[in-house]
């Protein structure tokens, strides 16, 4: 499922809002079907959780690492 992109300019303070409702029906769909698979909802709750944490870490040490050392173009 597509997440449409924002209609508020970054500062505004209902564009987290807007994410955050953007982000809840496929939260509840993966939850869902973690569910139907035979996790409970809170494992996966947490699971979601320490994912987040995780990517969090991850962009934080590196926001772009499609742009790590040795993937760099070469100067013509």
Known sequence: MPIPGPTFEPGDMKRSMECEQ???LPIRDLIDQAVTA???ALEALIAIEEV???????????????????????AP
């Open 22 to 24: 953007h982000f809840d």
């Open 38 to 40: 035979g996790w409970t």
């Open 52 to 74: 987040v944490k995780e990517q969090r870490q991850a962009y934080q040490a590196d926001p772009d690492p499609a742009v790590a050392l040795g993937e760099l173009e070469p």
